[in-house]
């Protein structure tokens, strides 16, 4: 897998690089068919009320789909990295689950 990363608008972190490589590694064990895994973290707004407010979007592409995380936002860059590579890992699972045919079906209902 071939994960890239890529800071805007902030200081190169190694500390940050590592922490995102670490966590797109853990990604395969829900999936050893991911291709490319990119990571943009950025400060897309500077507001006067808040602090800096970290964004972290993940692009994720797999066979047949590309899988999408772009609404992790907070003051932490870490956290942002964190709930950004949750939503990520979710809809890997899903994703790899209809891949397998193991979706639920719902029964249909009587109707009255």
Known sequence: MQVQVTLKDMPQSEAVETRIRE???KLKRFSDRIMTC???VETPQRH???GKLYSAHIDLTVPGAELVANRAQDEDVYIAIRNAF???TRQLEDF???QRGEV???QERNLI
């Open 48 to 50: 006067k009320h808040q």
């Open 86 to 88: 949750a939503a990520i």
């Open 96 to 98: 790899a689950r209809r």
């Open 104 to 106: 639920k079906t719902h």
């Open 38 to 40: 990119r990571v943009v």
């Open 23 to 25: 966590k797109a590694n």
